[in-house]
């Protein structure tokens, strides 16, 4: 069994996602279950949920940044995880757009950090929570999950198995539009929809638990990206005028606010230069494509960690242009460069 009796860590364990996860492994039986947030809130909050369930001592509750090298070492070295579910990551696409350095030092040197740590304490297995923003992202959110995903690539290895699924948007987790959606038709509209062509891909939180769990249990060797079956996508205007007959007894409309920086009409799962392999178990596949060899994509972290430490938004695009070929910088944080002093 891959969880029963297993040493258990959830990064961003008090997110949406995170949560959801840490009540699904509670109750496989875990040896232990680490509970790793940076929100002193939502870990309070899944701390107290689970401490009220049976075999609440198996579970430890941990304050901290996946970020914070430091902690993650005496994380692994005092618990030493065996299978760990990645889960903490920024992803509010247009706040992010507005905090690029920040998404970056979080989603990528966070993911880093933590699969060096795994790979360095000997770690059985590492799964990511992707997203299919990072396919030729036109947002900083997008490019650091798919930086994140070359990260995992590029450490996986036999005795840690890395690799990261990809999901849509899941509906009722944090930043979903259906709980927006829901909260606007309480107060009697409008229902805000950025454009009438917009659409997403979605899953529900069980199915999405469904798939996070079954890439663990498949994780090939090394490192690799999964992705479930996602069926159609969904334009949110329909979606909106779904909810507005389902829930309101009014006549509630709908408003086009414009796309925000960062978004996409349509997201994609795959790229053009990747293929999907035959079904591996599960409605599961294995996404193929070009990989940037150990030394790039090392030097261009370099870059990237300098850009950072700096705080020099144009080398941070220019050094994310070169590691993600199909990144496209939003016209925002264009500007942003353009409105920066020359030193």
Do not use: W
């Not at 880093?112 to 590492?126: D, F, H, I, K, S």
């Not at 198995?161 to 259906?178: A, H």
């Not at 999964?226 to 509630?252: F, T």
Request: charged share 20%.
């Amino acid at each position: 069994m891959l969880h029963a009796g297993k040493r258990i860590l959830v990064t961003g364990a008090g997110g949406s996602i995170g949560s959801a996860l840490a009540h699904a492994l509670h109750g496989l039986n875990p040896g232990s279950l680490v509970l790793l947030d940076s929100s002193e809130q939502n870990l309070f909050r899944i701390h107290a949920q689970l401490s009220s369930l049976p075999g609440s001592e198996s579970h430890i509750p941990i304050l901290a940044s996946v970020a914070d090298e430091r902690s993650l070492r005496d994380i692994f070295e005092r618990y030493q995880p065996e299978v760990i579910y990645h889960a903490a990551a920024f992803k509010h696409v247009p706040l992010m757009e507005r905090n690029p350095f920040a998404v970056v030092q979080n989603n990528v040197f966070g993911t880093l950090t933590l699969a060096r740590t795994a790979r360095c304490l000997r770690a059985a297995r590492l799964v990511m929570i992707s997203t299919d923003k990072a396919v030729n992202p036109r947002s900083m959110m997008g490019a650091s999950k798919r930086l994140a995903e070359l990260a995992l690539l590029m450490l996986g290895a036999e005795a840690t198995r890395m690799c990261s699924i990809r999901l849509g948007n899941v509906l009722g987790s944090e930043g979903s539009v259906v709980p927006l959606f829901l909260e606007q038709i309480q107060r009697g509209g409008p229902l805000t929809v950025t454009h009438p062509k917009v659409e997403r891909y979605f899953l529900t939180m069980e199915d999405a638990l469904r798939c996070i769990l079954s890439a663990a249990s498949l994780c090939p060797d090394h490192g690799a990206i999964c992705l479930p079956e996602m069926g159609e996508p969904i334009k949110i205007v329909d979606l909106a005028r779904y909810l507005i007959q389902q829930v309101s007894q009014g006549d509630i409309p709908v408003v086009y606010t414009g796309l925000r920086p960062g978004d996409k009409l349509r997201e994609e799962f795959v790229s053009d230069c990747e293929t999907l392999s035959p079904q591996l178990s599960h409605g599961l596949h294995r996404v193929n494509g070009p990989r940037l060899s150990d030394t790039e994509l090392a030097a261009g972290l370099a870059e990237l960690n300098a850009a950072v430490g700096e705080l020099d938004l144009a080398r941070l695009l220019a050094a994310v242009m070169r590691l993600v070929p199909g990144y496209q910088p939003s016209p925002y944080l264009r500007d942003q460069v353009a409105l920066t002093p020359a030193t």
